[in-house]
């Protein structure tokens, strides 16, 4: 079987040393397998997706000698396959509208006598909506509310049954999407969420090992319960470290994390880094991240 690998930045910000890390790490996998190497633009949040960061994307792979196969393939171009997931789902009772706003959300939660309850993403949702009656669904709707549609977890966990899954690195893993509560698939302001979408792709696309930073391990036991809703294949995966920055901290788009293009355009020596990552060495400054 051939291997197929993907680097699926989002156009949000720039790309940092830990996204060399990590397309590095996937482009090579493909090549040294004599695979694919796919590159994916995860668009879906028009808000905050932005076109100069796909150039900036495409020229700090090409910068660091990163050849992909065929075209890029964008999110927003496939919104119709989400669309058709989504009804999918909810053909089957395993969706519900949410019309909460992020406030009451944070004011349910205040109020509520029972302990929140804490998933790997922060805070699970409480429920609200959840508890509406089909008529005020239906009647929100048709007035026109703002809505998300959620999984209903608990009901979705039980049509799945136990799953598994293994990481190369990580090794066999129980999957507990439960965790996370009922979790949004489509938003309020976006047609899918990370975690519908990038299911969706990564079958769709024939990835048959996926590549990622260590935060989102614990995603892929929502990834895992998606596929086997869907009936996708579970392709392999493989978590590889995180990276620190010259603070110690985690590199993130959000800290301001020193870009590729600074480096670029400073003149540094893309190839040169890209081997340097491959050698397992850091730059000066960066280290591994702490667990
Ligand atoms: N778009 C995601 C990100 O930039 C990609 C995650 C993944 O590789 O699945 O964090």
């Known amino acids: 079987m051939t291997l197929v690998t993907r680097f699926a930045p989002s156009p949000t910000g720039a790309l940092h040393l830990g996204h060399a890390f990590s397309a590095i790490q996937a482009h090579d996998r493909a ?5 694919r190497f796919l590159l994916r633009i995860e668009d879906i949040d028009g808000t905050r997706s932005r076109e ?6 495409v020229d700090d792979l090409g910068w660091l000698g990163l050849t992909w196969d065929g075209a890029a393939v964008r999110q927003s171009d496939r919104l119709a396959l989400y669309e058709d997931a989504l009804a999918r789902l909810r053909a089957r009772n395993l969706l519900y509208p949410c019309f909460c706003t992020r406030a009451d959300i944070a004011r349910e939660i205040a109020q509520s006598v029972s302990a929140p309850h804490h998933g790997p993403d922060g805070t699970c949702y409480p429920g609200t909506c959840r508890r509406l009656s089909g008529e005020e669904r239906a009647a929100r709707i048709a007035a026109g509310m703002p809505h998300a549609w959620r999984l209903t977890m608990d009901a979705a966990v039980a049509v799945a049954g136990p799953l598994r899954w293994t990481d190369a690195i990580a090794g066999p893993q129980e ?17 899918a969420s990370y975690h519908l979408a990038v299911t969706i792709d990564d079958a769709a696309q024939g990835v048959t090992e996926v590549v990622r930073g260590a935060d989102l391990l614990r995603a892929t036991d929502i990834h895992r319960l998606l596929q086997a809703l869907l009936a996708l294949p579970t392709p392999d995966y493989r978590h590889h470290r995180l990276l620190a920055g010259p603070d110690g901290k985690r590199l993130a788009k959000r800290d301001r994390a020193p870009t590729l293009a600074a480096l670029r355009d400073a003149g540094e020596d893309g190839r040169a880094l890209a081997n340097l990552l491959r050698r397992g060495a850091l730059p000066t400054g960066f ?3 702490k667990a």
């Open 31 to 35: 090549r040294d397998a004599g695979g």
């Open 52 to 57: 100069e960061h796909v150039q900036g994307i």
């Open 175 to 191: 999957a507990d999407p439960a965790a996370f509560g009922d979790i949004v698939l489509a938003r309020k302001d976006a047609p």
């Open 287 to 289: 280290a591994d991240a």
